[in-house]
T-cell receptor, first 115, second 112 residues
Framework: GENVEQHPSTLSVQEGDSAVIKCTYS??????FPWYKQELGKRPQLIID?????GEKKDQRIAVTLNKTAKHFSLHITETQPEDSAVYFC??????????????FGKGTHLIIQP | DTGVSQDPRHKITKRGQNVTFRCDPI?????LYWYRQTLGQGPEFLTY????????KSRLLSDRFSAERPKGSFSTLEIQRTEQGDSAMYLC??????????FGPGTRLTVT
């Protein structure tokens, strides 16, 4: 089955700086890679996703890059703000839009924005 | 509220008892997923429905777990003979077409 590794487990950055979280996956058939933000006691919230036919996607201060050859993808947050503090999860699956199976999640990154 | 809803939000039960959780997906979503999340971990996939058909079950879903989606709308997850190791947050998510999975608020289960 799929295995998703996520690094770092904790990331502390100064407000206004950029943050990068990296994930690798094992199943070459995976083609859908979402990122979720989870605040304490709340549900995971989908913040951005990317499919295998795209190398990069951007939404305001958030961007995701995908390298299918190396089987890794990354989340980039620019101009970080205090409200960006949360746990971020990467995930992979064989398809959204084609059925197949559910998501395999990484272990999460606790992002701390220092004022 | 047009998001995914789950009921109950919290459940405390004694070991050996049966529990049932309900999930109502976003109305136009035909796919429904169940996940389990323990403290400090990412959600773990349990099972997945497309309409009323259960298409995949994780090896995490032991014989004590059963899920249904009888009319392709809401779903129930039942755990029989609960064990302390079943204590977790049970999350439901739904999706449609190329739209990603959106999660409900979860049901926190505590087995004493």
């Amino acid at each position: 089955g799929e295995n998703v590794e996520q690094h770092p487990s904790t990331l502390s950055v100064q407000e206004g700086d950029s943050a990068v979280i990296k994930c690798t996956y094992s199943d070459s058939a995976s083609n859908y890679f979402p990122w979720y933000k989870q605040e304490l006691g709340k549900r995971p919230q989908l913040i951005i996703d990317i499919r295998s036919n795209v190398g990069e996607k951007k939404d305001q201060r958030i961007a995701v890059t995908l390298n299918k050859t190396a089987k890794h993808f990354s989340l980039h947050i620019t101009e970080t703000q205090p409200e960006d503090s949360a746990v971020y999860f990467c995930a992979a699956s064989r398809g959204s839009g084609g059925g197949a199976d559910g998501l395999t999640f990484g272990k999460g990154t606790h992002l701390i924005i220092q004022p | 509220d047009t998001g995914v809803s789950q009921d109950p939000r919290h459940k405390i039960t004694k070991r050996g008892q049966n529990v049932t959780f309900r999930c109502d997906p976003i109305s136009e979503h035909n796919r429904l997923y169940w996940y389990r999340q323990t403290l400090g971990q990412g959600p773990e996939f349990l099972t997945y429905f497309q309409n009323e058909a259960q298409l995949e079950k994780s090896r995490l879903l032991s014989d004590r777990f059963s899920a249904e989606r009888p009319k392709g709308s809401f779903s129930t997850l039942e755990i029989q003979r609960t064990e302390q190791g079943d204590s977790a947050m049970y999350l439901c998510a739904s999706s449609e077409g190329a739209v990603g999975e959106y999660f409900g608020p979860g049901t926190r289960l505590t087995v004493t």
